[in-house]
T-cell receptor, first 114, second 114 residues
Framework: DTAVSQTPKYLVTQMGNDKSIKCEQNLGHDTMYWYKQDSKKFLKIMFSYNNKELIINETVPNRFSPKSPDKAHLNLHINSLELGDSAVYFC?????????????FGPGTRLTVT | AQSVTQPDIHITVSEGASLELRCNYSYGATPYLFWYVQSPGQGLQLLLKYFSGDTLVQGIKGFEAEFKRSQSSFNLRKPSVHWSDAAEYFCAVGALQGNEKLTFGTGTRLTIIP
């Protein structure tokens, strides 16, 4: 059983398009995250949600909008895609927030914008 | 704001040899420190973490790390590496500043030669 799953695994699209990445965790965790890993492997947090409530919102363009329909899902919608959005996006989850519990990462979604 | 430096971008070690990966952090208070490993094409997995107490921390897969406050370091060690240890290793520091956030270093790529 996959603990944290993401779809799609690969996403190739053109500039200006709108796309979504889905994330689901079956661990019963309260907290979920989105990270962006650039071509140099630098990993930076974008958002975190605790039980559907936004906790962390880093300085991310407002073209990126996370949505959490329930605490097991955290989707990432990106409007008007730009070349610089090309990266690997990781979803993660942890048991609770505020305790630095272990984060469980999904396999990543490689987004390529042409 | 907290930051993490991993001075070695790439390290090559012979199978069976010992390993030390360096990590230096910058944070005003007592840090929460982590080492994560990323195997090719996969998400990150927690190896170990330090919050307080004994400065030598044991993790999974035979890894350990030592917290040295005087040197602002949290180096990762393994006495004898296996070919399966080839991966990217990330050090991270956590800060509770209103919300819980991990700041990752830029990673060290470990290559194992026979």
């Amino acid at each position: 059983d996959t603990a944290v799953s993401q779809t799609p695994k690969y996403l190739v699209t053109q500039m200006g398009n709108d796309k979504s990445i889905k994330c689901e965790q079956n661990l019963g965790h309260d907290t979920m995250y989105w990270y962006k890993q650039d071509s140099k492997k630098f990993l930076k947090i974008m958002f975190s949600y605790n039980n559907k409530e936004l906790i962390i919102n880093e300085t991310v363009p407002n073209r990126f909008s996370p949505k959490s329909p329930d605490k097991a899902h955290l989707n990432l919608h990106i409007n008007s895609l730009e070349l610089g959005d090309s990266a690997v996006y990781f979803c993660a989850s942890s048991l609770r927030t505020g305790y630095f519990d272990e984060q469980y990462f999904g396999p990543g979604t490689r987004l390529t914008v042409t | 704001a907290q930051s993490v430096t991993q001075p070695d971008i790439h390290i090559t070690v012979s199978e069976g040899a010992s390993l030390e990966l360096r990590c230096n952090y910058s944070y005003g208070a007592t840090p929460y420190l982590f080492w994560y490993v990323q195997s090719p094409g996969q998400g990150l997995q927690l190896l170990l973490k330090y919050f307080s107490g004994d400065t030598l921390v044991q993790g999974i897969k035979g890894f350990e790390a030592e917290f040295k406050r005087s040197q602002s370091s949290f180096n990762l060690r393994k006495p004898s590496v296996h070919w399966s240890d080839a991966a990217e290793y990330f050090c991270a520091v956590g800060a509770l500043q209103g919300n819980e956030k991990l700041t990752f270093g830029t990673g060290t790529r470990l290559t194992i030669i026979p």
